[in-house]
């Protein structure tokens, strides 16, 4: 009798300590409604990324190469070229939070979507003396549905060549090495992270990050193209070493900890 009482209050407490994790899942990712939802339906959000591809247009007409080298423009997919907020959508309604499982279902369901401008962006670079290249850190299994995607979507001359997936590395600088090796030059680049543009902040604290972006501020806007993303980056782990190690209610406790505030005085 006690080992039937013993296997039923191990059995309680493990579906409870489940329960409360996936409460605190559930927390997390309720946290980014409102993020989530700018981006999806505020007009200040599609204001935001014309606004960022009409200064990448002009910027990339004024570069010029050295040694007659040809025109590279790298770019990140995720929330930079790319839509996925129907994914964030169904993490925040079903409480989840990211998992590689469930990324490489939603990858296979081909339903991202274009970021206003960044097509007509990507064809305009091809039109006029460059090439685009996308550089993502989604797997390179995802290969062909990705390529599927982006092609659905008008985006040009998608190949093995131009999409650089991650293999061996999330760390993108060997791949934008790979591409200067073969001739080009690397005039502008595009995305929504930091690391996207230059790998000395990879796994760095914000202030750290933040230091980086102040001695490179002239760059931002000419070579460095940045669209907004406030669902999701390396600015979160940035809040605290080892962030991604934490236990749900230690992430909660940091964001908020993390936050500036006023004394209400």
Known sequence: MKKIILGLFIITSLLFGKELKDNMNGK???????????MQKSGEYRALVYQTFNTAKLSFDNTKTKDGKKKAVVSDLDETLIDNGKMAGWQIENGVTYS?????????AREA??????V???????ENGGKMFYISNRSHKEFDAIKENLIALGFPEVTEETLLLEKDTSDKAERR????????????LLGDNLDDFDSEVRKKDNDERIKHVD????KYG???????NPMYGDWEGG??????????EEKLKLRHESLKMWNGE
Do not use: R
């Open 28 to 38: 997390l990712t309720d946290q980014m409604v409102l993020a989530t939802l700018w």
């Open 100 to 108: 590689s499982d469930a990324w490489h279902k939603w990858a296979q």
């Open 113 to 118: 979507e274009a970021i206003p401008g960044a």
């Open 120 to 126: 007509e962006f990507s064809k305009y670079v091809n």
């Open 177 to 188: 090495d790979q591409i200067e090796k073969n001739g080009y030059e690397i005039v502008m």
């Open 215 to 218: 001695k490179n501020k002239d």
């Open 222 to 228: 000419v070579k460095y193209i940045v669209l907004p």
């Open 239 to 248: 809040l605290c070493n080892d962030y991604w190690k934490k236990t749900p």
